[in-house]
Structure formats: C-alpha cells, structure tokens
C-alpha cells in the first residue's frame, strides 16, 4: 500500500510538473509575436478568428463578439485583407462561423472577403485545416490572450507563420478557468502535434486567394 501510494504521488507530482514546463515552453515561444497594439503587426493578407460560443438567439458571446470586432479593426486598418472564421458547425442548429459572417455583413464586409471554414472544433483543427483546406501560410490570429500562446505555438508548429492580436476588450466571467483550462489543452496540443493528428474532417481545397462562396452554404 505505502509503495502504490509512493507511485501515485511520484505520478501526479511529475504530471503538474509536466504542466508547468509545457506552459512555460509555450508562453515563452510565443510571446515575440503577440501583439496588443495594432501599429507593432506586420500587416497579413488572412485574419484568422477563432470560433467561441453562441448564444441560443445565434448572437456572438462576449468573448466572441470581441474576436470578430477586433479582427474588423485589422480589417479598417488595411492590415489584413480576408478573414477566415474558424468554428464549430457541426451540427444544424448550432453554427459559430454564419454568426460571425452574419456579424461581419452587418457591418459592411463583403461577402467575398469572407471565408468559413466550419469544421474548426478546436485550435488544432483550426490550424491544419487553415494550412491544408485554405493554402494559408502566413496569417493574424486574433483571439484572447489566455488562448493566444497555444494558438501560435500550435500553428507554428505546423509551418505557418504567424502573428497574435489580442481581442480582450473587457474583463470576462471565468477568465481563471479559461485560463487553467489552457493549462490541459496545452497537454492535449502538443500531443496531437507529436502523433500528427488528422482533423476531424479534411475536404477539398478552398484556397483563400480564390472564390469565398465555395466555403459559404449554398
């Protein structure tokens, strides 16, 4: 029994240490290319937003609405040309990516500079798909500042070159569980770069220099 409970503790203790460094090694990879002023960004041709609940009535939450405000902001400013809404559509009544869009619309964007890629369910989907289904290379990731490390890091990883702007815009409900929620998604991030993870779902090319519509529903 003593020497089970030796084992159990020596397990835990090596597993929140395993945390810490991981979270360490992230934060500081990349911290050089997070930006929350957007005069220090190198201008980008993608603005990818990363997806976040919707509310019943499909309104963009908070955390959301400051994604998709933040990447029009990059927009105004002539530093990025198209944005690609990353997201969870899995199912027909609950749909991340036409809530952006339909937000975006409602404020002038042009259809055409409107890419959706509804199979982001998670940020490492969300980066394959960007570099494999849309021919991304060098994007602005826009998202809060507790899930920006992970996004670089893992988009990186994968090739891609890339730039943070922060979208925290407000304080937000639950801002230290999204925070120790990253701490295991870290984890499962570079476990899923290791084993080389497929995306839930591939599909066909829809390059981001070409027709937006083919990534729209019909």
Do not use: C
Not at 42 to 69: C, F, M, N
Not at 203 to 216: E, K, Q, V, Y
């Amino acid at each position: 029994m003593r020497k089970f409970l030796n084992i159990t503790v020596f397990t835990v203790l090596s597993l929140v240490l395993l945390v810490i460094i991981l979270q360490f090694h992230i934060n500081r990879s990349s911290r050089d290319v997070i930006f929350e002023n957007p005069s220090e960004l190198e201008p980008a041709y993608v603005g990818l937003v990363l997806g976040a609940s919707v509310r019943p009535d499909k309104s963009l939450s908070t955390i959301l609405q400051d994604r998709v405000d933040s990447a029009l902001e990059l927009y105004k400013k002539g530093l990025i040309k198209r944005f690609l809404l990353s997201g969870d559509h899995g199912q027909s009544d609950y749909d991340e990516v036409n809530a952006m869009k339909n937000y975006l619309t409602s404020k002038g964007v042009s259809d055409e500079d409107i890419f959706l890629d509804h199979a982001g369910f998670d940020t490492y989907d969300s980066m394959y798909r960007a570099r494999e289904v849309f021919k991304v290379d060098t994007a602005i990731v826009i998202t809060q500042k507790f899930h920006l490390p992970r996004a670089i890091y893992v988009g990186r990883k994968m090739g891609l070159e890339l730039q943070g702007y922060v979208a925290d815009k407000r304080e937000y409900t639950g801002n230290a569980h999204f925070t120790r929620r990253e701490w295991l998604a870290n984890i499962k991030a570079w476990i899923e770069l290791n084993i080389e993870k497929k995306p839930t779902y591939s599909g066909n090319a829809i390059p981001i220099t070409g027709d937006s519509g083919l990534s729209h529903d019909k």
